[in-house]
């Protein structure tokens, strides 16, 4: 990934259609609601497409699924498959895994052989739609091969736009969104760093205290338009948390150029967007090292 030749790094990129397999019926539900609660277009673009949508804007992104099986019994898309799009097309495209902690050792060995035989690059976690507390101890075997290779993890916080408007929530409990309850899991895992995804509302200021106080503790700014964010959220990316705060879109719920645009107004310092856009991502992600 050669970093001059891109504007941006979209470290949150949702894969949604497989190349291989049906849309699962249960997702659809899901997908149908939460094309309703975004505004957004109810066909989702294959990976292919998302990365000609990238590429044409010549912005990097991370991509993964979000593997909820026990949860939710939705049949996950293959780590497997996303990987392999990313080494066919690593100029623009990073490939992180998902995995269910309620598979604990093995779902540890799959972490394991995805990183090592598929180059993947960091794991994401939504505990209320995987149905888990984030410092549950059937997490930990996933945890400590994370933090072996060094790698970082997303976290979903907040309020969750998927199961927004279904009966009982689609089932998802948002207590599990909580920021605070990934502080444990920064604290025992020193050696991963948690991305800790979109503004947290309505636990906003959990998460920039994490962001502060924990060195490995970081902060995409994904799943909301710029213009709605709280304003301490604007004003720490301003300051201390400039190098902490990271681009992310929630595509293809929201595009990146409708993020970049609303951004551009959002009250940013001229000098802190490099950050956002790229420089922090890239030193995160480790990228031209």
């Given at each position: 990934m050669d970093l001059s030749k891109l504007?941006?790094?979209d470290v949150h990129v949702h894969a949604e259609v497989s190349?291989?397999?049906?849309?699962?019926?249960?997702?659809?539900k899901f997908l149908d609601a939460a094309s309703t609660y975004f505004k957004a277009e109810r066909r989702r673009p294959t990976i292919a497409e998302t990365i000609a949508h990238y590429r044409e804007r010549q912005i990097g992104f991370v991509m993964f699924t979000v593997d909820m099986e026990a949860?939710?019994?939705?049949?996950?898309?293959?780590n497997e498959e996303i990987a392999e799009a990313a080494r066919e097309n690593e100029d623009i495209m990073i490939a992180?895994?998902?995995i269910d902690p309620h598979k604990g050792k093995m779902g540890a060995l799959e972490a394991r052989r995805l990183v090592e035989e598929h180059g993947v690059k960091g794991f994401k976690f939504h505990p209320p739609m995987q149905n888990f507390h984030p410092?549950?101890?059937m997490a930990w075997p996933l945890y400590e091969v994370i933090a072996e290779y060094g790698l970082p993890a997303i976290f979903h916080t907040g309020h969750s736009g998927m199961g927004t408007g279904m009966k009982g929530g689609g089932g998802i409990r948002l207590k599990y969104g909580q920021p605070m309850l990934v502080d444990d899991v920064a604290v025992d895992f020193p050696d991963m760093k948690i991305i800790l995804a979109h503004p947290s509302w309505p636990w906003t200021d959990e998460s920039l205290s994490m962001a502060l106080h924990k060195e490995n503790v970081f902060i995409d700014l994904s799943g909301w338009s710029p213009r709605y964010f709280p304003k301490q959220v604007v004003q720490y990316a301003n300051t201390q948390l400039r190098k902490k705060m990271l681009f992310g879109s929630d595509y293809p719920l929201i595009p990146p150029d409708k993020w970049l645009a609303d951004a551009a107004e959002a009250g940013f310092r001229e000098e802190v967007m490099p950050l956002i856009l790229k420089e922090n991502a890239a030193k995160l992600l480790k990228l031209g090292v």
């Open positions: 504007k941006a790094i190349c291989h397999h049906p849309e699962d019926p249960i997702m659809g949860g939710t019994g939705i049949k996950r898309i293959s992180f895994a998902s410092y549950d101890r």
